[in-house]
């Protein structure tokens, strides 16, 4: 692509020159200090050399120049690496972010590698040639005021810089040192009134320029080639372009115009000879566009790396006759290529069977370009899944799961699905890159995936059991197919005092006037306070038999919660829940419990970690039953908590929402204050704390347990409308509830007379 390369102040001072071992020592010169301008004599301390033979090169490399003995390579942090055909070993030449690493300026066709030091405004501004291959040292002075464009073998080229024309270069000076002696010659044959002069494409012994002139200045640039030994420019017959790139070879020269979107891109192949022209459609949109030259066959393809480019592109670099026809496929992408002295080409791309790395093209028997890979970067084409951090078991009911993923790369469509292997209940999330950090699940820009699961999924809450992962990744660009990992993981919860569905989450029942009894499951959707319910389903009928039913929470030592129920004659039934949001048969627990008021469970009082029963007889004692976790026998002999009680017209147990050591109780006397006795875990309760006042408005009061995964037991009210509104717990004494919340549940009024 046209340059000049006509702004840069400073030029080297960043290069760092350390050599590691090759054929023959290689002197240290002094470089630049990038805040003084002064000489240092300085060596980086962690050169690498690869071992002989294992010619590799770091993820995202690009390849700028190629020789005889190996070639050089930019990585992503622009360190400079020197590979030998021979060996593969590896040369760690410093860093450089000055020169331009897609440009002629650190060298072309040869083993002579351009080190640029010193300031534009100083004396020392000057080249170091260093001969890769023998460990020679040239230097060619810049001197003051003037860029350096690009080498060729030993030959530096160079243009006056001008602050009045703005740094653009109207002409070209070959610096090259012959006998000890610095020559300087000055390329004829171009317009008088030529500029943005810049080199395109380099070839032995030539190099392609690219100009602009009164004729092509709005039509784009004009191109000459450069015979080095007599300094004369010859323009070629090729039309002027813009954003175009150039390849020479010793019968053809090519450019490539990249294409505005949607348009394709035109390749031109001159002869040399004839002074004939080709033109191509290459039928894909390059940008950046990559041309060059192998025998009579032009190779082209846009310069895009694995994390770049959209499915709507075709990223593959192809090779087509000079004289036209149809093009083949060489690679499945490229990202950069450099000419070798022998005709070859060096390209970094890659393959979907070799994966990434540099790729040699030469003639093959029958003329047409093959490839073979020279040096790889332990990259697959596809997207690959890196690395990965995912928990076993997620304990829902203490803190989220947290799990991660790496994946190779970004630029991807990713779906991350997460499913209950019984049930088939799922959570789906569709992922793009972003730069955000925060959130339940997100993917950022290195390919990270993360996942925060509180629990949620398509049916609510998770049930607990088994569950896979699984994570699709489509690439944007389509390089290389979707990747599918997937792996198991289990989720596990405490048993929940009104969880019936072993899912976490409480689940409401109603019994209506009919006597029938209903499920509601709810939950709280993530990062919404709100509390929503399912559908209802039917458990059964005949619940009218029953003038009290009362959820207890898990008595028998199960995964889901338990119900009792008294019948007109006093008898007290257990209904052992099954985790499938059904009852097993009832059993009979006694007689005579016709003598209390109020029954209400659902807490631990005793501190001994079973649910226990607190009752309420008719001269206004509090009763409490221990639960001795045996379904057979599920409570033992009652003990007396105190008097009074007869003052409160509801009585609700509501596990531990003040933050101590056991379950609490609510009770709402006949003014419609609101109390809160606070367990002390030995069957009795501290003082009594007021909460509020207006609590008369509601017809009931269920402790339904923790709705929203904090942790803290919420309370539901429902009232005298039928709406029911939700107290979220805090955990704190003096301000058990945050504000009420209306739920969004099913309808209460006129349909059901209970609701536990």
Known sequence: MPHSNSSRKLLAGAVALALGTIAGPLALPALADSATGTGTATTRPDTEVQAAGTAALPPGSKVIMAGATGFLASTRAYDLLWTRYADGSTTNLGRSYAQVPMTRSFGSVSDVVALEQGYLDKADHRVELHDMSTGAVSVVA????????????STAMACPWSAAQGGDCSE?????????????????????????????????????????????????????????????????????????????????????????????????????????VTQIDTHQHTSPPLVGLVGDWALFGSGTALSEGSTDEDFSFRAVRVGGGTSRKILDHATSLAATPDGALLVMGGTLAQGEGVYRVTPGADGAPVVKLVA??????GITLVSSDVPAVATLDTAPWKARWQLSRYNAEVILTLRNTATGASDTSYLSPSDATTGPVGMDYHGRIRMDWTGWTDTGSAPNGNYTWQITAKPFNALGPDLKVSGTFKVTRKPAPHDYTDNGSPDLLARDSAGALWRMDTSHYPGEPKLYGTDRVKVGGGWNIYNRVTAVGNLAGGSAGDLVARDSAGVLWLYLGTGKGTFATRTRIGAGWNAYTQLTGTGDFSGDGKADLVARDRDGYLWLYKGTGNWKAPYAARTRVGGGWNIYNQVTAVGNIAGGSAGDLVARDSAGVLWLYQGTGKGTFATRTRIGAGWNTYTQLIGMGDSDIDGKPDLLAIDRNGDPWCYRGTGNAKAPFTARAMANLFYVDGHYNTIV
């Open 376 to 381: 790889g970067t332990g990259e697959p084409e």
């Open 172 to 276: 070209l000076h070959l610096l090259s040192i012959v006998d000890g002696v610095q020559t300087d010659r000055t390329v004829t044959g171009l317009p008088d009134d030529a500029r943005t002069v810049g080199v395109e494409s380099t070839a032995p012994g030539s190099l392609v320029l690219s100009y602009k002139d009164p004729l092509g200045a709005d039509t784009g640039f004009s191109y000459a080639v450069v015979d080095l030994a007599s300094g004369v420019a010859t323009p070629s017959h090729l039309a002027p372009s813009t954003f175009a790139a150039a390849a020479l070879s010793p019968k053809h020269l090519a450019t490539l115009q990249g294409g505005v979107w949607p348009a394709t891109s035109r390749l031109r192949v001159e002869n040399r000879g004839t002074g004939e």
């Open 142 to 153: 810049l001197g003051k005021s003037r860029n350096f464009i690009g080498s060729v073998g």
